[in-house]
DNA sequence: CCCTTTATCTTCGACATCGAAGGAAGTGGA
DNA sequence: TCCACTTCCTTCGATGTCGAAGATAAAGGG
């Protein structure tokens, strides 16, 4: 069961910051809203009228009467998300507030090309929803992550990589023309900001790096998802100053990614003798504190935090939030503090806080289901 | 005389159409704004009842009834914005579109103190509004730009480097108790940014670079100055890699402005025995064809854009704005052209224009006539 | 226990905005 | 010249939002 949200004007609004958890009683609302709790009251009757909220208790008095407790009616609808990777897809279902109801991973070959990886995405969505999802529960929205850029216009993937045949290929119309919906096609490592960002709420400005096999990085600007021209945030193509000298598959010389990415750190390593397959390994070796492995380690987190202060001291971030696969390994993030706390102004520096990220392995599909949600009640 | 725009709700948002000159009719109005025609004429009506509109003539018909004309009364106010520099102030009155009545400016020693400086900055703004405005045509806002950080929530001075005495000083409170009038003060550059983003319509992102004796950056995101902690669009304490080892004024090693700046390459060209004292000289060497300095200037834009490629990675702006005396010289700008798009993503540079700074001399104070409109039409 | 204080939520009249319909003032083609 | 068409602008009834006032429900203190 497909249907759009009937939601219209104040509404979407109302819904969304129950959906968020920012209110959860009409007074709430009011404040958050700026709406008059008289029109609040107004509208939420409407929202239970129609099924999307419902009336749960009461929750805890602020020293007056104690709040009428609103929250996301269980058969609002669902939201299908997924995060594609090379050799993966990672996907789920979501309620209308973002959280995950069910959440797993398929193997799929990104090489194969739009058509048989959308449609094997979207024969995993129906599956899940015919086995967790009552078919009175509508589908309200459908969105995928991409590993490559993603024009925010057309929604088109252009020039990825790392994805043959995907060139200019209209992800989004493919996926409307199967789901007559509200359809999100992002950036992997956008989604994954968006995602991280709804786990330090308060911070308006964060920078979200994820160090694994590769280096991606997104940029919330004043609390709105950085796009750019679809592949803003990235700094693993950035030159980085070195003796040595390697050539990236970007082509040109001396990128981040070919000296602190986990692959870079394999090959590394492999050349000084450690044989390892996975960034995991790399982990495991430093925190088996194998000296080799630490100092390289050390020397990829002052490489990415020497690239960081170039941007702490433009951007002004609040948070720079260090996830991905090598995060787990503690010298990491150390040593990218160090880097920038030394080299930066100190009012950048100041209230900056460098930590590692808070939402998980499923920033991605959170953050999906954080930018369809606003699709859906637009 | 002074007096807050009686202006409320939806009046703001038409008259700062008409203001900005995105819309000159009715109609033109209802389109821009989003409001349905009728309550598009009812406001209009008011405002002109109000003597801030008025009605001039018709404008050129698009197939049908020609539009009537509106634009801003000549009476309906002015504003009284400032630039501070280290030894002069460049102020002026707008009127209410943001166009100058009337520039000067006037020799103004910024380390005597933010009392004597601000006092000395008013009286100027009375002296001017006797000698060239109406009494009946009242003064609406005021606004400066200061050469240091500024904390976007308290309009305070922070940590600034060059003037002593400033630091923590309320600057906006301090003008209010002289003008009770909606009041702005923001970096230098910040407002340089501003004012330059109205040259380029249809760009929501811009870098504005001024390369003068010091390098100040600005960045404007979704069509929006990005103030970050007060100093965001900081790169010129950015480290270089270089051979030598210079120790700026900031107290670290190697930072571009150490190397880049009109200041830097004043004091290269008399190490190598040509005494020039203003950045004005090295662009007239430059014009001149002399090789010293020529070779000189195009080693700065490589620096500087060097320093660029991360950030247009990072941030994918739609325009670089080069300004500044220094950008007089040619080569500057080439060389920072060559070093990008030698360097970045070919997505960044797609549609990426490098291109001298449009607003001229006065971008500062036509900046903030911009955002002191929208503090004035808030 | 009763009263005051605080907060939540609803009722109701005033006002703002909307969309539809139509009048006004042009353009362009037969 | 006449007439269809487009665009501009206004009128008018329907709807949405607001703020003030009051009803409801709890906390806290004598």
């Given at each position: 069961m497909k249907q759009r949200l009937p939601v219209q004007g104040a509404q979407g609004d109302l819904l969304r910051l129950v959906a968020t958890g920012a209110a959860e009683s009409r007074a709430g609302l009011a404040r958050m809203s700026g709406l008059a709790a008289s029109s609040v009251s107004l509208r939420v009757e409407e929202l239970i009228e129609a099924g999307l909220l419902v009336e749960e208790g009461s929750g805890t008095s602020r020293g007056g009467r104690r709040p009428r407790?609103?929250?996301?009616?269980?058969?609002?609808?669902?939201?299908?998300?997924?995060?594609?990777?090379a050799h993966h897809a990672r996907l789920g279902l979501l309620d209308l507030s973002g959280a995950p109801l069910v959440v797993e991973e398929v193997p799929c070959e990104i090489t194969e090309g739009p058509e048989a990886t959308l449609d094997l995405l979207a024969d995993a969505f129906d599956r899940l929803l015919a086995e967790r999802v009552p078919p009175s529960v509508p589908l309200r929205g459908v969105g995928t992550g991409v590993p490559g850029p993603v024009d925010p216009a057309t929604l088109r993937v252009v020039t990825p990589s790392r994805m043959p045949g995907w060139n200019d290929f209209p992800v989004a119309d493919h996926l409307?023309?199967?789901?007559?919906?509200p359809v999100l096609v992002e950036n992997d490592a956008n989604l994954m900001a968006a995602g991280e960002a709804r786990s330090w709420p308060g911070r308006e400005n964060l920078m979200v790096l994820k160090v694994g096999t590769g280096i991606?990085?997104?940029a919330i600007v004043d609390g709105r998802l950085h796009r750019g021209r679809g592949a803003a945030g990235d700094i693993s193509h950035v030159r980085v100053s070195s003796d040595s000298s390697v050539i990236c598959a970007c082509g040109h010389h001396d990128c981040l990614e070919a000296y602190a990415s986990g692959a870079a750190l394999i090959a590394a390593l492999a050349d000084a003798g450690v044989a390892v397959r996975h960034t995991s390994d790399v982990v495991d070796l430093v925190n088996d504190a194998v000296p080799e492995a630490t100092s390289m380690v050390r020397t990829?987190?002052?490489?990415?935090?020497?690239v960081l202060t170039v941007l702490v001291n433009f951007f002004n971030p609040d948070v720079v939030a260090v996830g991905g696969s090598l995060s787990a390994a503690e010298p990491l993030i150390t040593s990218i503090r160090a880097a920038v706390y030394e080299r930066c102004l100190p009012l950048a520096t100041r209230d900056l806080e460098i930590a590692p990220a808070r939402a998980g392995r499923d920033a991605a599909l959170l953050g999906a289901g954080s930018l369809l949600l606003d699709a859906v009640l637009a």
């Open positions: 407790r609103l929250c996301l009616s269980p058969t609002a609808g669902v939201l299908a998300v997924a995060d594609l990777g409307r023309a199967r789901y007559d919906l991606g990085c997104g990829a987190g002052r490489r990415i935090g020497e």
